[in-house]
């Protein structure tokens, strides 16, 4: 993953099908672009259908701010 500002961290969205974003934690980015996290959603992983990663400020975001830096679906 490219390299963010200090201030921003790469946050986790998983989306409902009803097209809802919900937050599922924060993207670890190793000095490398390597990422890591640990999801932590409100259901079960196979209710949501997209994964996506944006840059969010340092504390995060109620909703996605920025342009998708990562994406894929979810397999059920």
Known sequence: LPPIPADQRYQVWLMTPSEEM????FLTVS????GEV???APA????????VVTAEPELGSPVPTAPRTL??????
């Open 22 to 25: 919900v937050s599922a934690g």
């Open 31 to 34: 000095p490398n672009g390597e």
């Open 38 to 40: 640990l999801l932590r």
């Open 44 to 51: 079960p992983i196979g209710d949501y259908l997209v994964a």
């Open 71 to 76: 994406g894929g679906w979810i397999s059920g």
